[in-house]
T-cell receptor, first 113, second 112 residues
Framework: DAEITQSPRHKITETGRQVTLACHQT?????MFWYRQDLGHGLRLIHY???????NKGEVSDGYSVSRSNTEDLPLTLESAASSQTSVYFC????????????FGPGTRLTVL | GEDVEQSLFLSVREGDSSVINCTYT??????LYWYKQEPGAGLQLLTY?????DMKQDQRLTVLLNKKDKHLSLRIADTQTGDSAIYFC????????????FGTGTKLQVIP
């Protein structure tokens, strides 16, 4: 069965470190998304991609970067982790021209100390 | 700016209908979505509606859109204990995925 996976599921890091969160989908979807979820907020879009070599900034992209070298993967990098980036991160995918975030991964809980 | 609001909590008895409400402020929305999130899991897309539609029905789910009042609702018929979760509405504006706003979620508790 097709799926979307994230790793690690939990991560604790220190301020200033570089952190990369992995997202892998086997739906063969062109569209992939990264969101963060914080208490008292709905999900907020960090970055998204329409396909290989395409990346776009979302609402809260400062301090984050993504790269899309193949269809299956969209890793999210925190260049220099800050305590404000403590959050739960969700990756999602959808088919081309399709719905916003049709399938979501299980999430990565990141704590920045 | 855009804002999407939902009530925080809803409690219903098993077998009753649930109605979860959402209001939004931007009239240029293209799609409106409903998601379900169970504890410890990612969001699950339940249904979506084009902004030029008034209603959409999908099995036990009915979405109503009142564009004049900028009000979106999700009705779940014959609510089951498995429907207990947090429900999010989301608004996508013209301009693509970067113009997306999620509500803060409504926690639905189904009492057996």
């Amino acid at each position: 069965d097709a799926e979307i996976t994230q790793s690690p599921r939990h991560k604790i890091t220190e301020t200033g470190r570089q952190v990369t969160l992995a997202c892998h989908q086997t739906w063969n979807h062109n569209n992939m998304f990264w969101y963060r979820q914080d208490l008292g907020h709905g999900l907020r879009l960090i970055h998204y991609s329409y396909g290989v070599q395409d990346t776009n900034k979302g609402e809260v992209s400062d301090g984050y970067s993504v790269s899309r070298s193949n269809t299956e993967d969209l890793p999210l990098t925190l260049e220099s982790a800050a305590s404000s980036q403590t959050s739960v991160y969700f990756c999602a995918s959808s088919e081309s021209g399709g719905k916003l975030g049709e399938y979501f991964g299980p999430g990565t809980r990141l704590t920045v100390l | 700016g855009e804002d999407v609001e939902q009530s925080l909590f809803l409690s219903v008895r098993e077998g009753d209908s649930s109605v979860i409400n959402c209001t939004y402020t931007d009239s240029s929305s293209t799609y409106l979505y409903w998601y379900k999130q169970e504890p410890g899991a990612g969001l699950q897309l339940l249904t979506y509606i084009f902004s030029n539609m008034d209603m959409k029905q999908d099995q036990r789910l009915t979405v109503l859109l009142n564009k004049k009042d900028k009000h979106l609702s999700l009705r779940i018929a014959d609510t089951q204990t498995g429907d207990s979760a947090i429900y999010f509405c989301a608004e996508e504006l013209s301009g693509g995925y970067q113009k997306v706003t999620f509500g803060t979620g409504t926690k639905l508790q189904v009492i057996p």
